[in-house]
């Protein structure tokens, strides 16, 4: 019986010593879309974004205005047709229907491309902001002595209530002017 109790003892006192070092873990939480878009980097990366899609866009509605163009033609012959000039506008409409399905495929070409160019632009500026937001965060919370720092940004987190919201140190720490 005096086994018993020592044993029972000695796990409540491992149970306190446990619960009183997991209770002095500090626990905070930080915005990191509102860090990451607040960054000077982020602005510049962003409108460098802007332009390459608006070059892309432009490109491709030069294409698309060709593609009309050949569109409205042959709907023009198609309505001009008759049996008296079907010799001459039927080889024009099957040449037509070939520039049709060519700039089709071009654009669809030319549409993918411009798609995996602006990804790649992205990845390759927004990479280094990542990195960049990454290593504050992680020299703030040692710096802090944080166990955990929560993204209420993306994470579903339906409900918090203490814990300490770190986002303007971080901001701080990049040089951000804080609001």
């Known amino acids: 019986m005096r086994n018993v109790l020592k044993s029972l003892a000695v796990v409540a006192v ?3 010593t446990i619960g ?6 500090k626990i905070g939480h930080i915005n990191y ?5 607040s960054t000077p980097e982020y ?13 892309k866009t432009g490109e491709l509605q030069a294409m698309f205005g060709e593609y009309q163009k050949k569109r ?3 709907q023009e012959k198609l309505m001009n047709r008759s049996e008296a000039n079907k010799d001459v506008i039927d080889p024009q409409l099957n040449a037509l229907d070939i520039e049709i399905q ?3 495929r071009r654009l669809q070409e030319v549409q993918q491309i411009a798609e995996q160019e602006l990804n790649q632009k992205q990845q390759e500026l927004f990479a280094p ?9 992680q020299s703030v919370a040692k710096e802090k002595g944080y166990a ?12 918090y209530q203490g814990g300490e919201d770190v986002s303007n140190d971080i901001k701080t720490k990049l040089g951000i002017a804080v609001q």
Do not use: M
């Not at 009183?20 to 873990?25: C, M, Y």
């Not at 902001?129 to 965060?137: D, E, L, S, Y």
């Open 20 to 25: 009183s070092a997991n209770g002095q873990q």
């Open 43 to 55: 602005k510049k990366a962003e409108n460098e974004l802007k332009a390459l899609d608006s070059l």
């Open 14 to 16: 491992l149970f306190l």
């Open 148 to 159: 955990y720092l929560f993204d209420i940004s993306s994470t579903n987190i339906p409900y």
């Open 129 to 137: 902001i990542h990195q960049k937001v990454g290593t504050a965060i």
């Open 33 to 37: 879309a509102d860090i990451f878009t």
């Open 72 to 74: 409205n033609e042959a």
């Open 102 to 104: 060519d700039i089709e």
